[in-house]
């Protein structure tokens, strides 16, 4: 027998035909995930804010902007004219910590704004109750402009359960900068040759205090 010859038999026998084994189906592709706009921005936000927890920046990544907080960060540190590593290192500190007020700030301008912008929505509702309990025919007098002007001055104020979380932050944050800003000033009055009361008390509150 020729070489093809082989060759045939040997395909023959081994081909799937020949062995009563069905051909596999050619593995199907997934379909491509297609996310809308706001998935997008969403899952993006997601993703920095996952490799931003292991940053030592106190920025937040999609809410905050790194640029300004360089800014920010130099500008302190400047005035505080820092000399050496831990003069350095506590400047930054008080620079994080001061970040972290302001964002206290925004966070009370937020929460106060969801309250007033829930104004109208909430005295609609309040319509619409006192409508269903109201007998048929009542005339209803419908509330004028300054009373929703009224009812929006009257949420200035975040509620309690917001208000006691500002404040509480707040005042951790406001300690915790007049304690490093403490430290440092007893640093550069060392480094200066004047001298430092090693057995110091600090006084300090919230600054509505």
């Not at 010859?5 to 062995?19: F, G, R």
């Not at 820092?82 to 910590?97: D, F, I």
């Not at 619409?128 to 009373?147: L, Q, T």
């Not at 009055?189 to 205090?209: E, Y």
Request: glycine content about 6%; hydrophobic content about 35%; some cysteine.
């Amino acid at each position: 027998m020729s070489v093809d010859s082989k060759n045939t038999v040997l395909a023959k026998q081994t081909s799937p035909a020949a062995s009563g084994v069905a051909p596999k189906a050619p593995a199907k592709r997934k379909p491509r995930r297609t996310l809308s706009p706001e998935a997008r921005r969403s899952e993006k936000r997601y993703n920095a804010l996952k490799h931003g927890i292991t940053s030592n920046s106190p920025v937040i990544p999609g809410m905050e902007n790194e640029a300004a907080w360089k800014r920010h960060r130099d500008g302190i540190v400047a005035s505080i004219e820092p000399v050496g590593g831990l003069e350095e290192c506590l400047a930054q500190r008080v620079a994080s910590l001061l970040w972290r007020l302001n964002r206290v700030l925004r966070y009370e301008v937020a929460a106060t704004m969801h309250s007033v912008e829930g104004t109208a929505g909430e005295m609609a509702t309040a319509e619409i109750h006192r409508a269903a309990i109201n007998p048929p025919g009542e005339d209803i007098v419908e509330p004028g402009p300054e009373v929703f002007e009224e009812q929006m001055e009257l949420r200035m104020l975040p509620s309690d359960r917001y208000l006691e979380r500002i404040t509480k932050h707040e005042r951790h944050f406001h300690r915790q900068y007049i304690q490093t800003l403490h430290e440092i000033e007893a640093l550069q009055a060392r480094r200066r040759g004047h001298p430092v009361n090693l057995a110091r008390v600090d006084f300090s509150g919230s600054p509505a205090a």
